[in-house]
């Protein structure tokens, strides 16, 4: 399942940082939201591998409905949390991106936010796969860039702290290190940290704002400049503004849990 690519309603940049600002119909919404991105906030891919691995586990009619409250969606779904799923679900469609190990497998509470980056995974370029690394902010807020750009928590210091930071890429590809073994994308990791070793700043970076305002290029033009300065060789980095049609992002978390929940 792929997501609609959009409008591009404009470019900027040069090699080794560009930015792009994407435009979407109610049309396209709906259908990520009815489709690939549901399919990413309820994680179905792992949900369906575990049910394939725990046959014959639970051997009685009781102890199979427990096993399926067990793995049930999450009650409540914040607005954010769509928009990551939103960046994602793009970067999977039209960036050829993976992102094998969706962050709510890690949480030990439902909905709690989790340190590092939101995207962690593999691009493809003309040398084969090579680590992905994405932040994502989501904002409606009237203003070009929004306040999610700024601050400790913000997606410039985020972005600025994985382009600069040996450590923090460090910590990424360890994340993935430990999950990387008996996994169907064991080889993307193995070629992805060959090409790491050789060069820690071999990665693509992803920033992504996702917003219901009008469009602008306020929203990158600044930090597209910034970021392609000093950018260490090696790093690639591309910064998406997705725009969605207006005031659609208020609500959009209960919006999408209403369309999973069976009639």
């Not at 560009?18 to 489709?35: F, P």
């Not at 906030?41 to 409905?65: C, H, P, R, T, Y």
């Not at 779904?77 to 769509?82: A, P």
């Not at 920033?207 to 790093?235: E, Y």
Request: proline share 5%; charged share 25%; with cysteine.
């Amino acid at each position: 399942m792929t997501v609609g690519s959009g409008e591009v309603v404009f470019r900027m940049g040069q090699a080794p940082c560009t930015g792009v600002g994407i435009r979407w119909t109610d049309e396209e919404l709906n259908a990520a939201l009815n489709g690939p991105v549901g399919a990413v906030l309820f994680d179905d891919e792992g949900k369906a591998l575990i049910a394939k691995s725990l046959q014959g586990v639970a051997d009685s009619e009781f102890a199979n409905e427990n096993l399926r409250r067990l793995m049930e969606g999450p009650e409540s779904i914040k607005d954010w949390r769509v928009g990551e799923a939103i960046a994602e679900a793009y970067l999977v469609s039209h960036r050829k991106c993976t992102f094998p190990w969706p962050t709510g497998r890690d949480e030990k509470r439902r909905g709690s936010s989790l340190p590092g980056a939101d995207l962690v995974g593999f691009g493809t370029d003309s040398e084969g796969h090579c680590f992905a690394f994405g932040e994502v902010k989501t904002s409606s807020e009237a203003k070009y860039p929004p306040g999610a750009m700024y601050g400790s928590g913000g997606l410039k210091q985020q972005l600025e702290d994985l382009c600069n930071n040996v450590s923090s890429r460090n910590d990424l590809v360890k994340y993935l290190l430990f999950r990387s073994t008996s996994v169907p994308w064991k080889k993307q990791f193995e070629r992805a940290l060959q090409r790491f070793l050789n060069n820690n700043s071999d990665c693509q970076l992803y920033g992504c704002l996702v917003r219901d305002v009008k469009p602008h290029c306020d929203d990158l033009r600044v930090r597209v400049a910034s970021l392609g300065t000093g950018c260490p060789v090696g790093t690639r980095i591309e910064l998406l503004a997705i725009y969605l049609p207006h005031s659609r992002l208020d609500g959009i978390g209960a919006q999408i849990l209403q369309r999973r929940r069976p009639n």
